[in-house]
């Protein structure tokens, strides 16, 4: 492996097994047709939203947290349009990307050295805010009440359509997330615009990732394992493939397999404490070969800064009380961001740093359960 620098390089144990490779047809694969193609069934008229679908993506959330969708809304061509500038955008020299490279600073744009759980990425990125500007806390620190606009203003030369691309394909995708999270809520039993609210000042993002070939597939990962910190995240990966998720069942990595033109969903971080845990998102991470290039475009789809992340109050009572004390999404998301632009010390901030512990649950599951006899 010579010249590979030993930062890529996992621990043994999240090393991926390249030569048994599970490609298990276990993740569901929902039609989301139903929701464009009868003029009776649209989301306008929520008691006409076909109950089979709800009921459908309930269970892909409870049983995976991941699910892909076809039929879904989103122009083929715009896809194609995205995909094809961020080739040539990654087919350029190292030096004409990093003419657009983020810094501390300034958090948009090109990177090539994102770190997960502190072990460096094989991968290099592109990252485009949907709402320009967007509004996050002006640094991790808690005190600190100072906010920032990010913008985006770090435009490569080429290719020339590379943010037209973008801004396109951020709106559609935007209304695609929408209708999921309206399904979701739905699915958990609330009105369906339940969670619009928290994205009236949204932090999303859309990232676009290349993954170069990699001389040590099996020692390194594209992206470590990890679980997205946002409400829920809608990605198009093209047909490599190499995305492995975590099977909630029995521990294993599952391939998932690429889907012509279907988006894969993953529930996030927010959404499962909003669930107080009903659904949970999951582990994944990406594995890269020796000898294609792949590329993927996630939309990250992120609640306002100051949304104080904590379980719904519809969703919790005596006997399922709150599992997580709550928490500042703005301060996270900085936080975050920061431990994955450079290695760190510390451990990465995670959801259950705010887990409300199990005895103090079961205090109070006791004091309910003799309330109730
Ligand atoms: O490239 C992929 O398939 C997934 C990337 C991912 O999980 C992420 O960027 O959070
Ligand atoms: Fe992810």
Redesign the pocket.
Known sequence: MGEVDPAFIQDLEHRPKVDQIIKAEGIPLIDLSVLSSSPNTNLENPHAVDGDLVKEIGNACKKWGFFQVINHGVPLDKRQKIENASRKFFGQPLEEKRKVRRDEKRVLGYYDSEHTKNVRDWKEVFDFAVKSPTIVPASYEPDDKEVTKLVNDQWPEYPPELREALEEYSKEVEKLAFKLLELIALSLGLPENRFHGFFEDQTSFIRLNHYPPCPVPNLALG?GR?K?AGAM?ILAQDDVGGLEVKRKTDGEWIWVKPTPDAYII?VGDIIQVWSNDAYESVE?RVMVNSERDRFSI?FFFNPAHYTDVKPLEELTNEQNPVKYRPYNWGKFFVTRKRSNFKKLDVENLQIYHFKVPESELANKLEGALSIDK
Do not use: E
């Open positions: 992206v990890h997205d995240t993953n994944h996630p």
